[in-house]
Nanobody, 123 residues
Framework: QVQLVESGGGLVQTGDSLRLSCAASERSVSMYSLGWFRQAPGSGREFVTAISWNGGLIYYAAFVRGRFTVSRDNAKNTVYLQMNSLEPEDTAVYYC????????????????WGQGAQVTVSS
């Protein structure tokens, strides 16, 4: 059973940056697709970004608009989400996700989820 643990959430102001990290418990995750979803209060969970096992394929949601960057370090079994130019609309719980299958599109349905990290952007 793969366990994912997010860190790096917090309270920031509009225009600030924040980096989320997600560490996986299993070394096999180096061969998994990894990514991030988010869920704002009163809304459903939505796709943010995903990266293939070797970093060769990356997808972003349209709302990212070049502000976020996903990356991974397979030696550390960790995936990152660098978020710049944050807006109040980015306030949400951010979930790390992993799946052993290949990555095809933004319609990604991962098997494993982290517990979530709160990101709050004040205006």
């Amino acid at each position: 059973q793969v366990q994912l643990v997010e860190s790096g959430g917090g309270l920031v102001q509009t225009g600030d940056s924040l980096r989320l990290s997600c560490a996986a418990s299993e070394r096999s995750v180096s061969m998994y697709s990894l990514g991030w979803f988010r869920q704002a209060p009163g809304s459903g969970r939505e796709f943010v970004t995903a990266i293939s096992w070797n970093g060769g394929l990356i997808y972003y949601a349209a709302f990212v608009r070049g502000r976020f960057t996903v990356s991974r370090d397979n030696a550390k079994n960790t995936v990152y989400l660098q978020m710049n130019s944050l807006e109040p609309e980015d306030t949400a719980v951010y979930y790390c996700a992993a799946d052993p299958g290949p990555l095809y599109s933004t319609k990604w349905n991962p098997s494993y989820w982290g517990q979530g990290a709160q990101v709050t952007v004040s205006s």
